[in-house]
């Protein structure tokens, strides 16, 4: 059985990220499923300031020439079994599906997937963030990578994925819009505390 780290990163600098075209990124992805090309990686401790959640990120280009991403968040001392078993089977399950067959070190199989094609369905998730501009708060939509299959095997996606904000939610956003109160962050998509279970 083929075994992962604890996705040791001080040991993974993974390098070329974004695919940019003359100077600008391609559309991001919508939800659906795709073919993707993947097209770089890289890990949390590669960003200057960056104090939430270890985390390593795959870029990926679609056959349509939108960009996309996958984010697998990193074992933590602190995580339940259940937690660092499902973190490492959802990695594992990604690299594997992209043709990985060494993974001798986690920085060796994650650099293997770059230039791997891959199959990979997206949804989209609502939170409530904050305007850049005005810093009064809204609702947001990001996209975010649900699970991989490997080329030629079948890839699920359907719509009820999709996350949109609870009706307390949506209570909270206007009761914050009618306060005039800047959130600090009301919640959040992309954490680490967003797990199956």
Request: with cysteine.
């Amino acid at each position: 059985m083929i075994q992962m780290e604890a996705f040791n990163l001080a040991e993974f600098k993974g390098g070329n990220t974004n695919f940019k075209k003359d100077g600008k990124y391609p559309d991001r992805v919508t939800p659906g499923g795709y073919v993707c090309t993947v097209t770089g990686v890289k890990n949390s401790t590669e960003i200057e300031g960056y104090g939430g959640s270890p985390f390593i990120e795959f870029y990926m280009l679609t056959e349509c020439g939108k960009q996309a991403s996958a984010r697998f968040w990193v074992v933590k001392q602190t995580d339940s079994s259940k937690s660092k078993d499902w973190k490492k089977k959802q990695l594992k399950d990604f690299l594997m599906n992209c043709g990985v067959k060494e993974f001798t070190t986690d920085a060796i199989a994650c650099k293997a997937a770059i230039n791997k094609r891959v199959q990979c369905a997206f949804v989209s998730e609502e939170y409530i963030g904050k305007n850049r501009d005005t810093k009064q708060p809204e609702k947001k939509t990001a996209v975010k990578y649900l699970w991989s299959s490997a080329m030629g095997k079948k890839l699920t996606y359907d719509s009820k994925y999709n996350k949109t904000l609870s009706q307390d939610d949506m209570n909270l956003l206007s009761s914050l819009n009618k306060m005039d109160v800047e959130p600090q962050v009301v919640s959040q998509s992309h954490e680490d505390a967003d797990l199956p279970f």
